[in-house]
């Protein structure tokens, strides 16, 4: 059994899609650029604010300015907005709950700005005691760059071997490796089964029930 697990947030153990998708749009569409399928946004996500911003601008509208401009309204919006539709995915609760009972440590690590994060993890799940939550933080490089999840390890104080790192995108993939952490991917976020295979992941699951066990039985 792992003596803490790390969750990705968006597309892990949410569901944030429509309210990100929703606050981009009409930050597009303020500035005359076009809007996106909420499909699209699958895509776009999971390296941070930033490359959210130039994915939905499209790099044949590309400026500086404009980059500035879009963040900037989409922030406030999204302040507004970021729980319209956002909820937890069936299941994610009962099983955080669980893993609680059974002792064991869990951490939330997101390229979400960490503010969003800090608010959205209060709201979402107020009775769920995590042990560490981390959004995008000054001074750290976004995922998969792995000095973010090193510090969090530090501050739980847990080793390396004795962690999983849980995501549902290459992205998440890649950390897992940089950082030397065992990683199950999750079926049901943005990406899909095929791009963690793809991207190396060793394991995967289709519901949280099936995670709760891959957690407890430690493989």
């Known amino acids: 059994m792992y003596q803490s697990v790390i969750f990705d947030l968006d597309g892990t153990l949410v569901n944030s899609l429509y309210d990100l998708a929703g606050s981009m749009n009409r930050a597009l569409m303020f500035y005359g650029l076009p809007a996106h399928p909420v499909t699209s946004y699958k895509q776009f996500v999971g390296n941070g ?37 956002t909820k937890p995915y069936d299941g ?82 890649y950390l897992a490796r940089n950082a030397g952490l065992a990683f199950c991917g999750v079926q049901w976020g943005f990406r899909g089964e095929q791009e963690l295979l793809s991207a190396g992941a060793q394991a995967t699951v289709q519901t949280p029930e099936e995670l709760l066990r891959f957690i407890v039985n430690g493989r």
């Not at 499209?58 to 970021?82: M, P, R, W």
Request: proline residues 4%; glycine residues 8%.
């Open 49 to 85: 604010r930033g490359q959210l911003v130039r994915r939905a601008i499209g790099a044949e509208h590309l400026s500086e300015q404009l980059i500035q401009k879009v963040t900037q309204f989409f922030n406030q919006d999204y302040a507004v907005h970021c729980m319209d539709q």
């Open 92 to 173: 994610i609760l009962p099983m955080l709950c669980s893993l609680q009972e059974k002792g064991i440590q869990i951490g939330v690590l997101s390229n979400k700005p960490d503010s969003f994060v800090q608010e959205m993890m209060k709201k979402l799940f107020p009775g769920v005691a995590f042990s560490a939550v981390w959004g995008k933080k000054d001074g750290f490089a976004p995922k998969p760059d792995c000095a973010s999840v090193n510090a969090m390890l530090e501050e739980l104080g847990c080793e390396k071997q004795a962690c999983l790192y849980v995501g549902d995108s290459d992205v998440d993939v």
